[in-house]
């Protein structure tokens, strides 16, 4: 089994930053893509942000120039820096990882959720 922990929501003025930051454990072998979606209320999930175990990364149009993913491989954690942000950013943000255990099985993980709110 695999577990993944986040921190770092909260409540943020328009134009602020926020750090999330999210680390996975358990039994893994690989953790390929991990990523940032978030849901608002009454919306479906969407991803925000995801990276590649070799570093590419894929941004909503919504938050390109504004958030900044990235990865620790070694020490298994993601993270997302927000700044500029704006109303349309508050959501519930999950972290998800994409991960090889070890028994080579692949499987789709998510947090549980911090959530975001930025007042206007």
């Known amino acids: 089994q695999v577990q993944l922990v986040e921190s770092g929501g909260g409540l943020v003025q328009t134009g602020g930053s926020l750090r999330l930051s999210c680390a996975a454990s358990?039994?893994?072998?690989?953790?390929?893509?991990m990523g940032w979606y978030r849901q608002a209320p009454g919306k479906q999930r969407e991803l925000v942000a995801s990276?590649?175990?070799?570093?590419?990364?894929n941004y909503a149009d919504s938050v390109k120039g504004r958030f900044t993913i990235s990865r620790d491989n070694a020490k298994n954690t993601v993270a997302l820096q927000m700044n500029s942000l704006k109303p349309g950013d508050t959501g519930v943000y999950y972290c998800?990882?994409?991960?090889?255990?070890?028994?080579?099985?692949?499987?789709?993980?998510w947090g549980q959720g911090t959530q975001v709110t930025v007042s206007s």
């Open positions: 358990g039994s893994i072998f690989r953790i390929n893509t």
């Open positions: 990276i590649t175990s070799g570093g590419s990364t």
């Open positions: 998800n990882a994409f991960v090889t255990n070890r028994r080579y099985y692949d499987s789709d993980y």
